[in-house]
């Protein structure tokens, strides 16, 4: 008898052991999931300009965008202010997924894609809205893929603005105004022909020491838009600005290959739309608190000069042969398309 309890003992136990490990299949009704937790994706974002520039805001928009649509999955790490280095570096940077996300002038792209030098080009567009309609369609569309091959996908056209010239020796009305002055530009081949054209002297400088160089009279002046030489505080060395609108300078928001080809379908689509609602949202900001930066760099003691229609003329005029030189150089084809979608 006690062999016969043993043995129903010994059995129950066995049956009980079993019943706890659950076996092949999970009930139904469990809440305890065998499946391991996705991990979560930060997107390392970068950019040159400070904290209050609308970059940063447009940055802060996507990420709140996607984590509310992602469920907290996927969030962008802001790094403003040159943190990871001048625009040319983050073009490596994507290439190499170091950084994920990064909107670069198109300045420093025709280094990369010779087309982008059309970009460049002095007086395309006569205001944002022109700007906007033609980044937005298809010429813009071609540019953004154009460097796919070099490892960056193009998701967005985001806005940085037109450039005006600030400097310490005189108010600039004419062309003759520019003469002998040395105005920092930007590393693109267009940039420094327009602006040699105009009479000056145009000298590259990293932008992460432009302030300092303009402090220290390496260079009388510079090229920026309005933002940025008021975020940056170009305002305290600089007496001079003049709204000149010479170019228009889109900045493309950029993702690392890599980084894309990782994400899933419906993760793809929720960053594109992203960048594309964070694009309008800091094309608005930018366009709303540029009359406001203006009269708060007057206040602070900057001369302002406003350009009538006449005087911009002249100095379309005077850059008008920047377009056929650069004909052979961006391909006769693309810039006859570019032109044409801009209207000119």
């Known amino acids: 008898m006690k062999k016969v309890l043993c043995l129903l003992l010994t059995i129950s136990l066995l049956t009980l052991s079993l019943a706890g490990c659950g076996g092949a299949k999970t009930d139904s009704t469990s809440t ?65 997924a170091t950084i994920d996300l990064s909107t670069i002038s198109a300045a420093p792209m025709t280094a990369f894609i010779k087309e982008y030098m059309a970009c460049d080009l002095p007086f ?79 000298t590259p400088i990293p932008f992460g020491e432009l302030y300092s160089a303009l402090q220290q009279g390496v260079v009388d002046g510079e090229e920026n838009p309005v933002a940025l030489v008021y975020s940056n505080r170009f305002y305290e060395v600089q007496k001079y600005l003049t709204l000149s609108r010479h170019f228009y300078d889109p900045s493309p928001l950029y993702i690392s290959k890599i980084t894309w080809d990782k994400l899933t379908d419906e993760q793809k689509k929720i960053v594109k739309d992203a960048a594309i609602e964070a694009r309008d949202y800091s094309r608005k900001l930018a366009n709303d608190r540029e009359n406001d930066s203006i009269e708060e760099m007057k206040a602070a ?7 009538t229609p006449e005087q911009i003329k002249a100095f379309q005029e005077a850059t008008k042969d920047v377009y056929k030189e650069y004909v052979d150089k961006i391909g006769k084809d693309f810039l006859d398309r570019f032109l044409k979608g801009a209207g000119r």
Not at 143 to 155: A, D, N, R, S
Not at 160 to 170: A, E, I, L
Not at 301 to 306: E, N, Q, S
């Open 32 to 96: 305890t999931s065998t499946e391991p937790k996705a991990e979560k994706i930060k997107l390392v974002a970068a950019h040159v300009a400070p904290t209050n520039h609308h970059y940063q805001d447009a940055f802060v928009k996507m990420n709140e965008i996607i984590e509310a649509k992602t469920n907290g999955q996927i969030s962008i790490v802001i790094h403003p202010n040159s943190e990871l280095g001048e625009e040319p570096e983050y073009v490596e940077g994507l290439q190499t």
């Open 301 to 307: 003691g900057l001369h302002v000069t406003i350009l």
């Open 124 to 202: 395309m567009f006569a205001s944002p809205e022109e700007a906007y309609a033609f980044y937005d369609g298809p010429v813009g569309d071609e540019l953004l893929k154009l460097t796919e091959p070099i490892g960056l996908i193009g998701l967005a056209w985001w806005e940085n603005g037109f450039r005006n010239f600030t400097n310490n020796v005189r108010p600039i009305a004419s062309p003759a105004d520019m003469k002998g002055l040395k105005i920092r530009t930007m590393a693109s081949p267009v940039h420094m022909t327009s602006v040699n054209a105009l009479g000056a002297n145009a």
